[in-house]
């Protein structure tokens, strides 16, 4: 009958979407093939209604975990305080003619006569289910029941079982130890708490942490090891010195910021990246300074080269670098305008101009024409017009639109007569009107400033004492030995490090 099973402990699972639900039975109605739980528990979770019901077809697995014994009161006590477990006794499900779940009591082996199984809730939920959706055969139960008699959990419970219900004149095997016993008060203590004595509430960790007073403990762990003279070195107090990720702990020499000097009095000082201090020096020091490393070797030639590999990968950098000069841009090819004059320094613009042409850079060179040019100037231009570099003689053959880039090198101190030129105001006038950053490869220092202000300006050797309409002043090593500078009275340390071309703040 179905009322046989009414205040078992079941587990009904509805599948994925509805979960699993625990508790007793209340109802069997096999004509709505209805089944109902009071006390339920939805996925370990007790629930709000007193009372669920399912219908079969919703039903998807059904676990009988507890069978109340004959003499139990019918009206059940609370699910949670009782240990979800198996009644020690084997359970089928059937299935019926009308579809709903049929329980059949499955009989201890014994040679004495059917008894009553006490209810054990020490020992885990014998898991004894078949699913009321599917005709549930004999051979099909039968796997079911060999299946679980082969885990652990039922040989166990079947051994207790089986010492449960021994013949009375039968001798009672010992007990291997209390190592048993030992395990069950082990398991009670930590899961024998009831569930409704759990609390709702969760942990203040903010509010248990406000009560350390870490600033007290310390001064207390101080304070004991002051006293019993625990620190071998250094006094209560001191505290370890902290460093950076990019200092040295090794213990160095300190570092000398001033490592070059000169012998006369210092207009302006610049500074690197590093902090060291590079001091100005005037133009007759300086072009003493290349007088005597042409006299060691350090040719013009050798120089012009120099200064044109320098100052093109400063503009190479100033132009875009390797994002905008890659073989996806070759559609957008920077170009860059040219202003040279008839003097050594034009000369270093030309050979600047050869790289940047070398490198796939649009370059137009301007060069006004004169009845006799420098040597140096002839040389550069013939390696120029090896290239696919165009020069024009004509302010009006520059372009009209903006360039990307333009580098002057049309003042020279020595030839200050050319500032009166029509060609050199005219220049001056296209460059300010076009709109483009000016790039000034070694400027001359101006009494009064006039001509091109450049956005930067490239220094050689040592920087001159440039000003305000230089812009942001570089320097480039173009070769000069140390001995150099130290036969022209210079104290020389190379400021350079691993790059040919650094920046330089004013002091």
């Known amino acids: ?6 205040g ?10 509805l979960g699993v639900y625990q508790g007793r039975v209340s109802a069997v109605d096999q004509v709505s093939q209805t089944i109902s739980l009071t006390r339920p528990f939805h996925n370990g979770v007790k629930c709000l209604v007193p009372e669920v019901t399912f219908r079969a077809g919703d039903i998807t697995e059904l676990k009988i975990l507890e069978i109340p014994g004959p003499g139990e009161n019918q009206h059940f006590g609370d699910l949670h305080q009782t240990e979800l477990g198996p009644s020690g006794v084997g359970c089928q499900v059937g299935i019926n003619q009308n579809g709903m779940g049929k329980l059949v009591k499955k009989p201890a082996s014994s040679s004495s006569a059917p008894q009553n199984i006490p209810k054990r809730t020490d020992v885990k939920s014998q898991d004894v289910a078949v699913s009321p959706q599917q005709q549930c055969s004999k051979s099909y139960v039968d796997r079911h029941m060999e299946s679980l008699s082969q885990s652990k959990s039922f040989r166990r419970r079947h051994n207790s079982w089986s010492s449960s219900s021994r013949h009375p004149n039968q001798a009672t095997p010992k007990k291997s130890g209390l190592k048993n016993g030992q395990m069950k008060n082990k398991d009670d203590e930590c899961f024998g708490d009831d569930i409704e004595e759990i609390p709702d509430t969760d942990f203040d960790f903010e509010g248990n942490l406000a009560l350390f007073d870490k600033a007290a403990v310390f001064e207390e762990i101080d304070t004991y090891e002051r006293r019993s003279g625990t620190r071998s070195r250094g006094i209560p107090n001191e505290r370890p010195t902290r460093y950076r990720h990019d200092e040295n702990i090794l213990e160095s020499e300190p570092i000398v910021y001033r490592r070059i000097t000169v012998p006369h009095n210092v207009s302006k000082e610049f500074c690197t990246d590093s902090g060291l201090v590079v001091p100005s020096i005037s133009y007759e020091l300086h072009k003493k300074l290349l007088s005597v490393a042409e006299k060691h070797g350090l040719t013009l030639e050798r120089r012009l080269e120099m200064t044109g590999v320098c100052a093109s990968q400063m503009a190479l950098t100033l132009l875009g670098g390797p994002n905008r000069l890659n ?36 370059v137009i060179l301007f060069l006004p024409n004169f009845v006799k040019m420098l040597e140096s100037i002839t040389n550069e231009l013939s390696l120029f017009s090896k ?25 020279c101190p020595e030839n200050a007569f050319l500032r009166d030129q029509p060609w050199y105001k005219a220049a001056v006038a296209w460059a300010n009107q076009n709109r483009a950053p000016v790039l000034s490869i070694d400027p001359p220092v101006h009494e009064v400033e006039q001509g091109i202000d450049a956005k930067w300006s490239l220094a050689l050797g040592l920087p001159l004492p440039l000003g305000e309409h230089a812009g942001r002043v570089y320097l480039c090593d173009i070769g000069i030995p140390q001995q150099v500078f130290q036969e022209v009275g210079i104290s020389y340390h190379s400021p350079f490090g691993c790059k040919f071309v650094i920046p330089l703040h004013s002091a």
């Open 387 to 411: 290239t696919q570099g165009q020069q024009v003689s004509s302010l009006k053959d520059l372009p009209t639109s903006p360039v990307d880039l333009v580098i002057n090198c049309l003042d």
């Open 1 to 6: 009958m179905a009322t046989d099973w009414l």
């Open 8 to 17: 078992s402990i079941v587990s009904i699972n509805c599948g994925d979407s």
């Open 327 to 362: 073989p996806k841009n070759v559609h957008q090819r920077p170009t860059v305008a040219l202003l040279c004059g008839p003097h050594v320094k034009g000369a270093q613009g030309i050979s600047c101009g050869r790289h940047l042409a070398n490198h796939d850079v649009q």
